[in-house]
């Protein structure tokens, strides 16, 4: 109730304790004009919940405090783990005292935690002023306790693990296992002090909006998005196999899309217009495929998959890169057999990008076509962190107008990696397994060393700054030397077109090099 017990500034309290007794609901007591410590005894008919304040008084005067069990009615938007904190809340109530800053002791009972591995030691506290949630300093974490310091006001008060940030009027979040966007009924906004049955589905007008854990949300009609943040155990899906969609992710204030759940675009002519950046994060999913289609708003958006993320083939493999899309792959993506017979990757627009920093493998796919459906500048580049790996007997085929750069490692086990462009630009190394097969119409090769124990057909020219190992025992169509310091046999090499020198030498050492019965040497001079 509104009563409460006043203590006065000489007064003590002794005894108190869970077992001999305390004071349950609001307790005053008073400060003199020092810097004072004092205890207020208090907690419910369940536990004992006492509360320190040692406050720097200026004027003196009465400070109230009770606590109630149970989570704050607002803890949704404190920035407090509603499954993982204490399920208590405090009220301070300045009642005459003026202070400059005061430091809180608060404490619960061991029983008042959240269970699933709730840890004190990682707790905060958020303080509620009006329908403003901010996080006082904390200063020391205990089993049972937690001490804050530095307060200016004093306020109602929480206690538990973090639980992302605190959400502003105007956010979202979904409201059902399974809910379409364009429907208000998915949704809860937030008013400021709780979450609300939303009267609209979000848009990219207004604040951040999340996907919940354990919530799916589906697009069948067009909507643009902005800041919207799906939560690990999501779902987020265009498409739906209901109806063609496009998903247009504007490029705002913010975040554009983080997916921390999983992403399905993999229905019939599903497509995501991406004009800002959308990022996979690690423990995401997305998972491509279906005929579906990336769109980069002529060439402002891209799509990253992080360190972490996971990358998921699903309703066979037709993937178009449309309109200047730029995609940076920074985790493993690994085509592997799930019944499908090949994948075919469409590039489209002005200099739509594939950019791999960090693991495109085709390991045991019978097929992964890169084609050109209308692109210009086109590519797909190896980055210096980037491991293209081509395994056992699959087919890694680039059209003509996709350019590919490997300025990481190139790895063809087995199978075989077909360039139709020319003047294909290889800075980093290639290795060539037996039996495996590389194509060029021209390659440009320019890493320190080579490892060819499978077939090299086409045109390579080897022209790097230093002297070139050239390692394994395999075959060349044409080799071209120009190289100012040379190359170096470390096996015999078999070349069954031509061997051309435009500037340098080779040096064999006790190895061979062996021209077949129709082949040429041209351009060989002192």
């Keep these: 109730g509104s009563n409460k017990l006043i203590i006065n500034e000489s007064a003590t309290v002794s005894g108190a304790s869970e077992s001999t007794g305390y004071v349950i609901g609001n307790l005053q007591r008073n400060h003199n004009a020092v810097s004072s410590a004092l205890t207020y005894d208090i907690g419910d008919a369940s536990y004992y919940t006492p509360v320190i304040i040692n406050a720097n008084i200026t004027t003196p005067g009465g400070i109230t405090v009770r606590t109630d069990g149970g989570d704050h009615p607002y803890i ?32 619960w009972d061991s029983d008042e935690m959240d269970g699933g591995g709730t840890d004190p030691l990682t707790f905060i506290v958020a303080k509620l002023d009006g329908s403003t949630w901010t996080l006082p300093q904390v200063t020391n974490n205990g089993v049972t306790s937690i001490d804050i310091a530095n307060l200016t006001s004093f306020s109602e008060f929480v206690v538990g693990e973090a639980g992302g940030p605190i959400p502003s009027v105007g956010d979202y979040r979904s409201a059902t296992s399974f809910g379409y966007w364009n429907q208000a009924s998915s949704w809860q906004t937030f008013n400021g002090l709780g979450w609300v049955a939303a009267s609209q589905s979000p848009t990219a007008a207004d604040n951040n909006i999340t996907i919940k854990a354990g919530h799916g949300i589906y697009v069948i009609e067009d909507v643009t998005v902005d800041q919207v943040v799906t939560e690990p155990g999501s779902q987020f899906s265009v498409g739906a196999n209901i109806a063609p ?59 990253d998959f992080l360190s972490g993320a996971n990358v998921g083939l699903s309703n066979n493999g037709f993937i178009h890169f449309d309109n200047g899309i730029t995609v940076n792959n920074y985790t493993n993506i690994n085509f592997a057999s799930n019944g499908n017979n090949t994948t075919q990757f469409y590039f489209s627009g002005t200099n739509t990008t594939f950019n791999n920093y960090g693991t495109f493998t085709n390991s045991d796919f019978p097929g992964i076509h890169f084609n050109d459906n209308g692109a210009t500048s086109a590519s797909f580049n190896n980055k210096s962190t980037g491991i293209f790996n081509n395994f056992i007997n699959t087919t890694s085929d680039f059209d003509n107008a996709i350019g590919f750069t490997n300025e990481g490692r190139l790895n063809v086990t087995n199978g075989a990696f077909n360039l139709a462009n ?87 050492g006790a190895d061979t090099v062996i021209i077949g019965n129709n082949g040429l040497v041209v351009g060989a001079s002192s």
């Design 76 to 107: 949704a938007s404190s920035g407090i783990n509603e499954s993982r904190n204490i399920n208590r809340h405090w009220a301070i109530t300045n009642d005459g005292a003026t202070f400059t800053t005061a430091a809180v002791t608060f404490n």
């Design 245 to 303: 969609a496009t998903l247009t992710v504007a490029d705002g204030p913010g975040d554009d899309l983080i997916v921390n759940g999983e992403y399905i675009a993999v229905y019939s002519n599903a497509v995501t217009n991406i004009e800002g950046k959308v990022s996979i994060a690690a423990g995401g999913t997305f998972y491509w495929g279906g005929n579906m289609h990336i769109s980069g708003n002529g060439g402002t958006g891209s799509l």
């Design 422 to 508: 020319t003047g294909v630009s290889m800075s980093g190394t290639m290795t060539i397994g037996p039996g495996a097969a590389v194509s060029g119409a021209e390659i440009i090769y320019t890493a320190d060393s080579l490892i060819n124990n499978g077939t090299i057909s086409g045109r390579i020219i080897l022209s790097g700054a230093n002297q070139q190992l050239i390692s394994g025992g395999g075959t060349y169509g044409t080799l071209s030397v120009n190289n100012n310091s040379g190359l170096l046999l470390d096996n015999n090499i078999h070349i069954t077109d031509s061997l051309s020198f435009i500037t340098g030498k080779i040096t064999t």
